[in-house]
């Protein structure tokens, strides 16, 4: 090992400084994955457990030596989540440059709180979003904004103008793969921005915002898109879905408390059906979510369907008729639930597969996935026609076995 050599060793530690809780740090988005990645925009819901267990790993490798200690500290800044709650940074960021300003980023994640911290926290963000490519790592940007005062186009304040004080700054960024805005006001977003500015996704993630009709959106690499959006702005959304060009999508979830998600089906969706591996459509409030007869046939190539407990566990459904045929190559049928409380997760689980089996008509080579709509928790049930216990379920963290 004396004879490795720095640069060796540097991988192995950049590699081991990796988090292995979400596949989207470390991996492309498959039908096995696919979970892991449209949940990832709530991790910081969740008291941002991944991020501190990444800080407290770095500080496992700082006191094996003092070469390894001074490597880490280089790396300070390869994860870093900044927010209106974080003591840790000056929020001007004319103060962050003038001390010389952060090393590379690669994930960066912000949460606003409130309305006061909007404009400093999105000013320091597009800062780093803007630095050229030749100096900027960065991978996935995460933003949340849990204010409830609306913030007129949020892109607009991420992006902007190149300033005379950023001479060096550019209006494009080609690194970024993942962009996640999370919003809890309704604030506007430009689709047109977002194609302009971000070249590179190949994953973006949308909710809470409103929508602006006919608004195009031409993303050439994107694979994945997740897009939850209020009902009463659906139709706007919908009439600015004709205009989006996104060749090379495969994996898909929209969620919206209205019944027109089929009408996607024959128009947005419908241009990407024979490529499509991961589709999962959850309506709020409505009980069904009727799959047309030639469902199966269009979606050729779809691995993974997911939707609600209440349109799964109807009868009247009409997937228990529109079956996929033995030769499809479609692997799972996602279940969402929602659950109140997260000690009830396993009792529910098995209710709503006791539910599920008695109306269960696919073929025993697809596999029933349940868990909850908003957490990281989900059961593969090993065997529908047998034991509905949660012992005849395997759970997983959003990474599915490849079947």
Same mark, same amino acid.
């Given at each position: 090992m004396e004879r490795v050599s720095v640069e060796v060793w540097h991988q192995i530690l950049l590699k081991v400084m990796e988090t292995n809780d979400w596949p989207i740090f !470390? !991996? *492309?988005?498959t039908p096995y994955t696919v979970l892991g990645f449209t949940y990832l925009h709530n991790w910081l819901e969740r #008291? $941002?457990?991944p991020y501190l267990d990444y800080l407290a790993q770095r500080r496992r490798l700082r006191l094996v030596c003092r070469a390894w200690n001074e490597f880490v500290l280089f790396t300070s800044h390869r994860w870093l989540l900044l927010g209106d709650y974080s003591p840790m940074y000056n929020l001007d960021p004319t103060t962050i440059r003038a001390k010389g300003g952060v090393g590379p980023i690669e994930i960066l994640s912000t949460e606003i709180r409130s309305k006061e911290f909007v404009?400093?926290? +999105?000013?320091?963000?597009?800062?780093? +979003?803007?630095?050229?490519? *030749?100096? *900027?790592p960065l991978r996935c940007y995460i933003l949340h904004l849990s204010t409830h005062t609306p913030v007129y186009n949020l892109v607009n304040l991420l992006v902007g103008? !190149? !300033?005379?004080?950023d001479p060096e700054c550019t209006n494009t960024n080609t690194t970024l793969r993942l962009l996640s805005i999370s919003t809890s006001s309704n604030n506007s977003i430009s689709f047109s921005q977002i194609s302009r500015t971000f070249t590179g996704l190949r994953s973006l993630f949308l909710s809470g915002f409103t929508a602006v009709p006919q608004q195009p959106l031409t993303l050439a690499h994107l694979e994945v898109l997740y897009v939850e959006i209020v009902w009463e702005k659906w139709e706007d959304l919908q009439r600015s879905f004709e205009t989006w060009h996104t060749p090379a999508l495969r994996h898909v979830r929209l969620s919206s408390s209205s019944t027109q998600l089929r009408d996607l089906i024959d128009h947005f969706l419908g241009r990407y059906a024979h490529q499509i591996e991961s589709l999962v459509l959850f309506c709020y409030y409505s009980l069904l979510l009727d799959l047309p007869p030639g469902f199966w046939a269009q979606f050729t190539a779809l691995r993974l +369907? $997911? +939707? *609600? #407990?209440r349109t799964l566990k109807n009868k009247e459904w009409s997937g228990w008729s529109v079956v996929p045929p033995p030769t499809h190559p479609c692997r799972y049928l996602l279940c969402h639930f929602?659950?109140?409380v997260e000690s009830e997760l396993d009792w529910l689980a098995e209710r709503v597969v006791n539910d599920i089996r008695a109306r269960w008509t696919w073929d025993d080579g697809v596999k029933l996935v349940v868990g909850h709509v908003y957490a990281n928790q989900f059961y593969v049930v090993k065997n529908i026609r047998g034991d509905p216990s949660i012992a005849n379920m395997e759970r997983n963290i959003g990474v599915l076995p490849e079947l």
């Open positions: !470390t !991996t *492309s988005c #008291d $941002g457990g404009t400093p926290v +999105l000013s320091w963000a597009s800062h780093i +979003l803007k630095r050229p490519a *030749s100096q *900027s103008r !190149t !300033t005379t004080q +369907l $997911g +939707l *609600s #407990d929602v659950c109140p």
